[in-house]
Structures are given as C-alpha cells and as structure tokens.
C-alpha cells in the first residue's frame, strides 16, 4: 500500500558525511518513520525513529552523530549522518509504522552505506 524509496547511499571515508532520503509514495502523516540497518552477519537494529509529533530516539551508538527529520509536505523522511565510522556501514532501510486504523508497516528496499577507514 504504502512504498517507500531510500536514496542517498554510498562510499564515503570515515569521518565523513551522508544524508539519506526516504520518500513514500504518499502522505507519511499518521505515520511514525524510522530508519533501521543491517550490517553483514548482524541482525536489523534501529538506528533513529521520529514520531507524528518530531519526537526523536536514536540508538546509543549514533546519539550525537545522526539526526532524524521529517518533511511531511514533501513525504520524506531525512537521517542526517555525520562523523561516520566504519561500524555505521550497513544497508539502511526504511520504515513507516502506524499502531492506529489503518495500521501499517511498511519497508523500503534499503539503500547501501559503506564507510571506509
């Protein structure tokens, strides 16, 4: 119903910088976004997620670093990633969640990040 596009990925060396974009086929109001990763052998952990209000919550290992945004005018979901480590290299993925009717969660297909030391 809902299909979310990551864009944004890439090879970057540490220290550096990215923003990724995620963009949803429709209106993202209603919904709580997030962005979680996958690193290889590792399982999926949430990276940031923003709720309907712009209340943010990030993992511990990307406080200070990373920062999650909203434009529900423009039905994207920004994460800002600065001062990036080799251990923030993961595929990002995507997501929309909403506990309220319709309920709904949706994935994006991620988006690579491979950062080199």
């Known amino acids: 119903q809902v299909q979310l596009v990551e864009s944004g990925g890439g090879l970057v060396q540490a220290g550096g910088s990215l923003r990724l974009s995620c963009t949803a086929s429709?209106?993202?109001?209603?919904?709580?976004m997030g962005w979680y990763r996958q690193a290889p052998g590792k399982q999926r952990e949430l990276v940031a997620t923003i709720t309907t209000g712009g209340g943010t919550n990030y993992a511990d290992s990307v406080k200070g670093r990373f920062t999650i945004s909203r434009d529900n005018a423009k039905n994207t979901v920004y994460l800002q990633m600065n001062s990036l480590k080799p251990e923030d290299t993961a595929v990002y993925y995507c997501?929309?969640?909403?506990?309220?009717?319709?309920?709904?969660?949706?994935w994006g297909k991620g988006t690579l990040v491979t950062v080199s030391s």
């Open positions: 429709g209106s993202i109001f209603g919904y709580a």
């Open positions: 997501n929309a969640a909403r506990s309220s009717w319709p309920v709904g969660d949706y």
